[in-house]
C-alpha cells in the first residue's frame, strides 16, 4: 500500500536495494544492512519501505537520527505516508514535555506507536517497546557502537538497515569485512534539484 501511495517513480538502484532488504528479511537470521547514497538519492523513502514491510507484520520501528532537527525531518518525511495509511508515527526527542513523554512511552510499551522517529532519547531505559522488529539508524557513525546496541537489545531479534552519505573507513570496514550487506543507491531520482 505504502509503495502504490507514492507519488514518483522508484529509480532501478532502489528497485535493487528493496529487492535485497526483501530477501534479507526472509531470511532466518535478522539483516544487518547499509544502504550507501548521496544526499538526495531517496534513502529515506527506502527506510520508509521496509518500515512498512515490518508494520505490516505486526512489529515496531524506530529510527534514530543524530540531531533533533534530523529527526523532525524524517518524522515529517514519515508522517506524510503513514498518515494515509493509518500506521501510528510519533516523534521522540529531548525537547518534549514530560507529560507528553510519559504517554509516548506508554504507547511504545502496548504497542499503540508502530513507528517511532528519535534521537539519542530512544535509547533511555524508560523507552520499552512491546515488539521491536526493525532499527534504523541514519549516518550510523555518529552514534557509538553501545548507544545503537542498546537500541537494538531492546527488541528480539532486531533487523538493521543503516543509512549513509559518508562513508568513513569504520563503516567501509563493517561491509567489507561481512558484518554488514552493501546497497548502492548510485542514481538520482527524475526531476530532483541539485543539491547545494
Same mark, same amino acid.
Given at each position: 500500500?505504502?509503495?502504490? $501511495?507514492? +507519488?514518483?517513480?522508484?529509480?532501478?538502484?532502489?528497485?535493487?536495494?528493496?529487492?535485497?532488504?526483501?530477501?534479507?528479511?526472509?531470511?532466518?537470521?535478522?539483516?544487518?544492512?547499509?544502504?550507501? #547514497?548521496? /544526499?538526495?538519492? #531517496?534513502?529515506? /523513502?527506502?527506510?520508509?519501505?521496509?518500515?512498512?514491510?515490518? =508494520? #505490516?507484520?505486526? $512489529?515496531?520501528?524506530?529510527?534514530?537520527?543524530?540531531?533533533?532537527?534530523?529527526?523532525?525531518?524524517?518524522?515529517? $518525511?514519515?508522517?506524510?505516508? *503513514?498518515?494515509?495509511?493509518?500506521?501510528? *508515527?510519533?516523534?521522540?526527542? #529531548?525537547?518534549?514535555?514530560?507529560?507528553?513523554?510519559?504517554?509516548?512511552?506508554?504507547?511504545?510499551?502496548?504497542?499503540?506507536? @508502530?513507528?517511532?522517529?528519535?534521537?539519542?532519547?530512544?535509547? @533511555?531505559?524508560?523507552?520499552?517497546?512491546? +515488539?521491536?522488529?526493525?532499527? =534504523? /539508524?541514519?549516518? @550510523?557513525?555518529?552514534?557509538?557502537?553501545?548507544?545503537?546496541?542498546?537500541?537494538?537489545?531492546?527488541? @528480539?531479534?532486531? +533487523?538493521?538497515?543503516?543509512?549513509?552519505?559518508?562513508?568513513?573507513?569504520?563503516?567501509?570496514?563493517?561491509?567489507?569485512?561481512?558484518?554488514?550487506?552493501? $546497497?548502492?543507491?548510485?542514481?538520482?531520482?527524475?526531476?530532483?534539484?541539485?543539491?547545494?
Amino acid at each position: 500500500k505504502m509503495y502504490k $501511495s507514492l +507519488n514518483f517513480t522508484l529509480t532501478n538502484a532502489q528497485i535493487k536495494a528493496m529487492r535485497e532488504i526483501r530477501k534479507d528479511l526472509a531470511m532466518d537470521k535478522p539483516m544487518n544492512r547499509l544502504i550507501q #547514497g548521496d /544526499v538526495g538519492r #531517496g534513502k529515506t /523513502v527506502i527506510a520508509m519501505l521496509t518500515s512498512a514491510i515490518i =508494520v #505490516g507484520n505486526g $512489529s515496531q520501528v524506530a529510527i534514530m537520527a543524530r540531531t533533533e532537527i534530523l529527526a523532525e525531518q524524517h518524522y515529517d $518525511s514519515f508522517m506524510n505516508y *503513514c498518515e494515509k495509511l493509518d500506521i501510528s *508515527c510519533e516523534l521522540l526527542i #529531548g525537547n518534549i514535555w514530560t507529560k507528553d513523554k510519559k504517554q509516548l512511552y506508554d504507547n511504545l510499551e502496548n504497542g499503540k506507536i @508502530q513507528i517511532i522517529v528519535g534521537t539519542h532519547a530512544l535509547i @533511555q531505559e524508560k523507552v520499552i517497546f512491546k +515488539n521491536l522488529e526493525l532499527v =534504523v /539508524v541514519d549516518e @550510523q557513525h555518529r552514534f557509538g557502537v553501545e548507544q545503537r546496541k542498546k537500541l537494538i537489545t531492546k527488541g @528480539q531479534h532486531v +533487523n538493521i538497515l543503516a543509512m549513509t552519505a559518508t562513508p568513513i573507513p569504520r563503516t567501509l570496514t563493517f561491509a567489507i569485512h561481512g558484518d554488514m550487506d552493501l $546497497s548502492w543507491i548510485d542514481e538520482l531520482p527524475e526531476n530532483r534539484l541539485p543539491i547545494k
